[in-house]
């Protein structure tokens, strides 16, 4: 690996990342179903109908995965509650087990000398909440924030950033419009009360954790280059479309109070009424702003379909295990894109990683190919931070090999390979290089 800490200023935060339901084991510790749960539970849903029901026992393993962390040489570990753990029904009764563990996990990191870094929502919706509609019920704002007061005054003395939703596009387009994540919809009402409602969810509970005392607050936004899939201009079109749902929909509406015309072009029909008196509340003051950056697509117009009239067609780089192109200037080009916007508010790229085959021979878990992917995204960060973005910090996803999702165990992020029989766990190659590369050298 080229990458050296020394690339970067002092200070700069380099970290790995997880959520709670891909590694806790949903089935321990006394949580509460969650839509993943009877999502998966649906035939053709996920990989094998596999679930987070046990995942990788974080809940029980927490300490020696902490110790990863720390001997990895990461200054930071982000991680997120579970809240039907802490809150079973999604309100209501807190289980203790819950909170205490996540109490337990936030001293652990601090005993190992790791900064904390808290998201409260990573798409696990009680089902309690999700049976009343979940993010498409315009009381979520108040479920969420009540959940969000609850947690942050119990860990929020002790964690150094808290992001309040993780990557509002997958929380609303990608389970409510595409239903390729839980609650699986396929529905444009459904999509625009969720894009919209996700979005007021954030703001009010941000303001409300504010007047509560609690300071280094921000949001994480998955961000991915919409490409035109040719010259032609209504290509164009429909890439600019996806670009506006995609990443225009979120930034702008927490940088400006505004939603984008080629967006609402097809969702203001379908918003909730009044919505436009929400966007001041959207539109709160924020302390730092994650970006998460995986791949670019490309889009072509399909005309006489409904709106927004495309499809995706394949690109032409290298691609990961699960088919997305390998793009790491897309990294930087959001970087700048982003710093544009927000101006000298802090911003941390959250998440960026890859799935891969793990090759393991006479022991050693191979992946050159993980290596090579993350030296030239921190190169791209770097650039970026170069031509003057305000960039404080690093993720790398995931520390382990985890349930991706509607993947279930098919594909592998981890930095760490994880045996799911046994649940051993074992550095890769590419944990070993960026232990190496991290180390603080004289």
């Known amino acids: ?15 790995t990342a997880t959520s709670a339901y891909q590694i806790e084991g949903s089935a321990l510790g006394g949580a509460g179903p969650c839509h993943w749960d009877t999502f998966a539970a649906t035939p053709g849903n996920v990989i094998r109908a596999e679930d987070g029901a046990r995942a990788c026992e974080h809940v029980h393993r927490w300490p020696e995965d902490l110790d990863l962390v720390r001997d990895g040489n990461f200054d930071a570990y982000r991680f997120s509650v579970n809240w039907a753990r802490v809150l079973p029904e ?6 203790a087990e819950g909170i205490d563990y996540y109490d337990r996990l936030v001293d652990g990191m601090l005993e190992r000398g790791l900064q ?19 993010w498409t019920n315009p009381d979520v704002a108040g479920w969420f924030t009540d959940y969000a007061r609850l947690v942050m005054g119990r860990l929020g003395d002790r964690v150094t950033a808290t992001a309040t ?18 609650p699986g919809l396929r529905d444009i009402r459904a999509a625009a009360h969720a894009m919209h409602h996700v979005l007021l969810a954030h703001g009010t509970a941000l303001q ?18 919409c490409a035109p899939a040719s010259d032609a201009p209504e290509d164009h079109a429909a890439a600019a479309r996806q670009d506006a749902i995609f990443n225009r929909w979120f930034l702008e509406a927490i940088t400006q109070g505004t939603y984008p015309p080629e967006a609402l072009e097809g969702l203001e029909p379908h918003l909730p009424r009044g919505w436009q008196g929400d966007m001041a509340q959207i539109a709160q003051p924020l302390d730092w702003l994650g970006v998460n950056y995986y ?3 490309f889009h072509q117009a399909v005309p006489g379909q409904p709106w927004p009239s495309s499809r995706e067609v394949p690109g032409t780089g290298p691609l990961t295990g699960s088919g997305w192109e390998i793009y790491p200037d897309g990294l930087e080009q959001f970087l700048r894109r982003t710093g544009a916007a927000v101006g000298d508010l802090p911003i ?4 960026t990683g890859m799935a891969w085959p793990d090759q393991i021979v006479n022991g050693a878990v191979g992946d050159a190919e993980r290596i090579a992917f993350m030296d030239a995204h921190l190169a791209a960060a770097g650039r970026a931070r170069e031509a003057g973005v305000n960039l404080k910090g690093f993720f790398c996803w995931s520390l382990l090999d985890n349930y991706e999702w509607a993947d279930g ?6 930095l760490v390979h994880v045996d799911f029989e046994t649940l051993s766990r074992r550095p890769k190659a590419s944990y070993l290089a960026l232990a190496d590369a991290l180390t603080r050298r004289p």
């Open 1 to 15: 690996m080229r990458f050296r800490r020394g690339d970067f200023p002092e200070g700069f935060v380099f970290g």
């Open 90 to 95: 999604g309100r209501g009764a807190v289980n």
């Open 116 to 134: 904390p870094w808290l998201t409260l929502y990573h798409w696990d919706m009680p089902s309690d909440l999700a049976m009343r509609g979940g």
């Open 165 to 182: 939703i993780n990557e509002p596009w997958c929380v609303a387009w990608l389970s409510h419009f595409l239903g390729i994540h839980a």
């Open 208 to 225: 409300a954790l504010r007047a509560d005392g609690h300071r280094d607050l921000g949001i994480v936004l998955n961000m991915e280059v």
């Open 295 to 297: 791949t670019r697509r």
């Open 348 to 351: 941390h790229v959250t998440e």
């Open 409 to 414: 165990y098919d594909k592998r992020f981890g």
